[in-house]
């Protein structure tokens, strides 16, 4: 089992930077790729970015790509989002997500999933 615990939300300004944080426990030997989702009120969950846990693939959805990075840290089992020039249409609950399997956009092959830090961009 391994346990996901996300941290660095908030409430921040448009054009505000934020950096999330996904630090893992339990049997992260298991991990061989963590993504990050978002959900916002109303809409489906939408992929934002997936890293190997090697470091040596990245996934990016392509609105996302250029404004937030992915990284991660194995040392410390932690994953990172590092998001900048926020725009209030990025306000969401945002989830990292764990899974056997290659980096992938596709939720269902996430085995692990956090429970969410909220993520609130005012204009």
């Known amino acids: 089992q391994v346990h996901l615990v996300e941290s660095g939300g908030g409430l921040v300004q448009a054009r505000d930077s934020l950096n999330l944080s996904c630090a893992a426990s339990?049997?992260?030997?298991?991990?061989?790729?963590m993504g990050w989702f978002r959900q916002a009120p109303g809409k489906e969950r939408e992929f934002i970015a997936a890293?190997?846990?090697?470091?040596?693939?990245?996934e990016y959805a392509d609105s996302l790509k250029g404004r937030f990075t992915i990284s991660r840290d194995n040392a410390k089992n932690t994953g990172y989002l590092l998001m900048l020039i926020l725009r209030p249409e990025d306000t969401a609950i945002y989830y990292c997500?764990?899974?056997?399997?290659?980096?992938?956009?596709?939720?269902?092959?996430?085995?692990?999933w956090g429970q969410g830090t909220q993520v609130t961009v005012s204009s």
């Open positions: 997500a764990a899974t056997r399997l290659p980096p992938s956009s596709i939720p269902d092959r996430y085995n692990y």
């Open positions: 339990g049997r992260t030997d298991e991990i061989y790729s």
């Open positions: 890293i190997s846990w090697s470091g040596g693939r990245t």
